[in-house]
């Protein structure tokens, strides 16, 4: 069992930059696939990165170069670094494996790019 929790949101100006952390507690975090979600206001929620036990890591629809998705085993933590950020990135972000499991979502954390 995996309980997720992500953090690192706020609100930032176009263009700008925020690093979202996913903090895992379980004992089988580090074979796990972890992926990166986002529900943008009015759509529905989309994988936008993950990231395999190996460090292999796959984009999905978003802009080359501008997420990085990583991870440290030993802190039990997956990162997405975001940069260059726009109005349509506004959304609230998620992490969860990859396939997803139902029952491991979180609250969420808001990201804003707004002026």
């Known amino acids: 069992q995996v309980q997720l929790v992500e953090s690192g949101g706020g609100l930032v100006q176009p263009g700008g930059s925020l690093r979202l952390s996913c903090a895992a507690s379980?004992?089988?975090?580090?074979?796990?696939?972890i992926g990166w979600y986002r529900q943008a206001p009015g759509k529905q929620r989309e994988l936008i990165a993950f990231?395999?036990?190996?460090?292999?890591?796959k984009y999905i629809n978003v802009r080359e170069g501008q997420f990085t998705i990583s991870r440290d085993n030993a802190k039990n933590t997956v990162y997405l670094q975001m940069n260059s950020l726009k109005p349509e990135d506004t959304a609230i972000y998620y992490c969860n494996t990859y396939p997803l499991r139902e029952g491991f979502w979180g609250q969420g954390t808001q990201v804003t790019a707004s002026s």
């Open positions: 379980g004992s089988d975090f580090s074979s796990n696939t």
């Open positions: 990231i395999t036990r190996g460090g292999n890591t």
